[in-house]
């Protein structure tokens, strides 16, 4: 039997937001498998028990640009340790001025980005003369860039959730599809793009569930078939209901203004960087201690 820590619970507790002693409890039967604690609180808990996930646990800043024809763009997400320096002047011109150098010189990965030239020096000599001056650390985590035929359009929120999609159509249908993507982080533009592991998480899950209602083994497969289609089409972009009129699917939206969608880039500041560990005793006597 594994031990169960209390940095164990913390980090299920932080990835859940499920009651601590519920954590606890699903580590035990889970003999300490992180993975596996959290797919029993699914099934104990439903939806409660993902609600947290895409807690931001990294600072920094999004960068967009789009040439002036629509037809090149980037995204880039640069990290740095505080809010704080996120909200920096010089942090977010360097990260802005990042975006256009990738749209412009295309480089295969971020050591080619941080190679590039940029000001009187490199992209990574930039940052580092800038973490010098600032006194925080910051890193140039990834970035995506579009070229196309067609058009772009971007949104950026609050420098901390940015889109870039490639499509057809008007300019309005570009900067809605961008903020409806902002809005609601579809996993995949259809069922086809979806991880396959992800599918095959949520069925085990589904069946789980649907094992405990006791009803016939031809009802537990339609449950679950139904609940597979259901979190394919909360996932799925051209699926999931229009943000700005939920009455018709974006698929439906795009029908309507004899428009389409190519592809999409949808960053998120910090998303799947783990947060640090911390022992909650450690916590506690440092409370005491005042320290």
Sequence with gaps: ?????????????????APMMECKKALTEADGDLARAEEILRVKLGSKASKAASRITAEGLIGLYVADDQKTGAVVEVNCE?????????????????????????????EGLNALVMGEGTVESTRAALVGKIGENMA???????????????????????????????????????????????????????????????????QQKAAESGKPADIVAKMVDGAVQKFLKEVTLLSQPFVKNDKQSVE?????????????????????IERKSEDFAAEVAAAASGS
């Design 82 to 110: 505080t809010d704080f320096v996120a909200k920096n002047d010089d942090f977010i011109a360097f990260v802005n001025d990042l975006a256009r150098i990738v749209a412009d010189k295309n480089p295969t990965d971020v």
């Design 140 to 206: 140039v985590r990834r970035f995506r860039r579009f070229e196309t035929s067609d058009r772009l359009s971007s949104y950026v929120h609050g420098g901390r959730i940015g889109v870039l999609v490639d499509f057809t159509g008007a300019d309005e249908v570009g900067k809605d599809l961008a903020m409806h993507i902002a809005a609601s982080r579809p996993r995949a533009l259809d069922a086809g793009g979806v991880d396959p592991a992800l599918i095959a998480a949520e069925r085990s899950v589904a």
């Design 252 to 272: 439906q939206m795009l029908k309507e203004h004899s428009a389409s969608i190519n592809r999409y880039a949808l960053f998120v500041v910090g998303e799947g």
């Design 1 to 17: 039997m594994a031990q169960i820590t209390a940095a164990m619970v913390k980090q299920l507790r932080e990835k859940t937001d």
